[in-house]
């Protein structure tokens, strides 16, 4: 014993000469502002037209249709799905740490016989074959049941704090899959809303297409008549053949939108996916009255940062309860009976309780070490959640300050649509009153479809952005 003592006492001086990690310097937590810089998020502007409740946002857009691809969404997308999974699991685990404050009670019990021909050796073998009846073999039988309970009382918290640990992290998980919801609805709208104004633009283009068309046809006639030249001609057909060329690529977009919603509402890429009216899609207004504090309880992203740096403040505190004494109360209770042919059963009752204790003496450092890293683990926790915190307001002011960008733009299409579209008009007056010809009233619609389309590419543009912005708001429920 001595000769073993000696090598761990030596082994001393030298784990007490590793030196410990540096103390992480403190740093204060952001401080959220008190309100946004964008207009927009502090209620100015159209006040009647405001969405202020960003609760169920999609169903701003007006599009019934778009309500139930959300709701199947919800319901049957696999990333929420896989979400809710990990959900349920991390809660169960919850009673898997919580199960560690109470005695664990076990039970055993065990029935045997047995037969021996050779009959037994020893005195008990010369006394029981000397009894009558015994004959060449003996015979016997007996029971044994117990009962075994043990409990380690929490002294100084440890277990509760694991309990508290896996409480935050279940929490923690639930904001996850908040944010899944959220992340699969943005995409459903987005795309639902890509896809209406591709169809619309489709059908701008077949307008166009058509109106080319009749150009084509127009100059033909005019060269017929020596009034127009072959190039003339040539120069309207390939504008209409580069219209024509333009119809492919925006049916395989539309194709693409319609599979990746099939996909977002958990079904297949060749299922179909029910669509409204094109023209029935509306840009709702940016949400006003967004406070920074209320933007942050309701991001799940901030909101899991926050149970991040709770698990982890508690799992430090097991840490260190483990440098702590640690105590268990033992019982042990058993009941049995044995009888062998020929001789009378015994049996009996007993039991075993006992206290023990277990305090931590040398571990070379390896509990220390691990209440270090809790401490560097707490504070990269910390450094998330501000991280989260920052994120959040960046995203947000970036979104209003986009959404107000594309507001501006889409204004100034729209006059210029106004002013091609007046202009288009005049022409045809003016052709009926004999003073312009067809093919400057053709080419007068051709210039208002052309802006309408950007109107329509600058409105889709808008509905992008404005997702974005309710997803940057972190728009939702809370359960």
């Known amino acids: 014993m001595k000769a073993l003592a000696l090598p761990l006492l030596a082994m001393l001086p030298l784990a007490a000469c590793v030196a410990p990690p540096p103390a992480l310097p403190p740093v204060a937590p952001v401080a959220a502002p008190a309100r946004f810089d964008a207009p927009q998020a502090n209620g100015e502007g159209n006040a009647d037209a405001r969405t202020d409740d960003v609760r169920r946002w999609w169903t701003a857009w007006g599009d019934p249709a778009l309500d139930r691809l959300v709701e199947r969404a919800l319901t049957a997308n696999h990333d929420i799905r896989i979400a809710r999974a990990n959900v349920a699991a991390a809660r169960a685990m919850v009673a898997v740490a919580e199960s560690a404050l109470y005695p664990t009670v076990a039970a055993h019990g065990a029935a045997f016989g047995t037969v021996s021909d050779g009959g037994l050796d020893g005195a008990l073998g010369t006394l029981v074959s000397s009894l009558p009846g015994a004959g060449n073999g003996v015979t016997g039988g007996g029971y044994a049941v117990g009962l075994g309970a043990s409990w380690e009382p929490d002294v100084f918290g440890g277990r509760h704090a694991d309990v508290a640990a896996a409480r935050a992290l279940a929490l923690g998980t639930a904001e996850t899959e908040a944010g899944a919801r959220l992340l699969v609805v943005g995409d459903v709208v987005e795309n639902y809303q890509q896809l209406q104004g591709l169809r619309r633009r489709l059908a701008l283009l077949d307008a166009s297409v058509a ?179 920052v994120t959040a307001l960046e995203e947000v002011e970036g979104a209003y300050g986009l959404r107000a960008g594309f507001d501006g733009r889409l204004a100034g299409l729209q006059q210029a649509l106004a002013t091609s579209t007046q202009r288009a008009d005049q022409a045809d007056a003016l052709y009926r009153a004999g003073r312009m010809t067809l093919g400057d009233v053709l080419q007068a619609r051709l210039s208002a479809l052309s802006d309408q389309d950007a109107v329509e590419q600058a409105r889709m543009a808008q509905a992008t952005a404005t997702v974005q912005l309710f997803r940057a708001l972190g728009g939702g429920w809370q359960e």
């Open 211 to 389: 109106t080319a068309g009749r150009l084509v046809a127009y100059a033909g006639a005019r060269m017929r008549s020596g009034s127009a030249t072959a190039a003339d001609v040539s120069k309207a057909r390939a504008a209409l053949e580069t219209l024509r060329a333009g119809r492919a690529p925006i049916e395989a977009l539309i194709d693409v939108r319609r599979r990746r919603l099939a996909v977002l509402a958990g079904g297949t890429p060749q299922q179909a996916v029910e669509a409204g009216p094109a023209d029935g899609l509306t840009v709702p207004p940016p949400p006003g009255g967004q406070l920074p504090s209320t933007v942050l309880d309701r991001r799940p992203d901030v909101r899991a940062a926050a149970f991040a740096v709770t698990a982890r403040a508690a799992r430090l505190r097991s840490a260190k309860a483990d440098l702590l004494p640690r105590f268990g109360i033992q019982f042990l209770g058993q009941n049995g009976r044995i009888d062998l042919g020929g001789l009378p059963g015994f049996g009996g009752t007993g039991g075993l309780a006992g206290i023990s204790a277990w305090v931590p003496v040398f571990n070379a450092g390896r509990l220390r070490a691990r209440v270090a890293t809790g401490d560097a683990e707490l504070a990269a926790a910390m450094a998330s959640h501000d991280k989260a915190v």
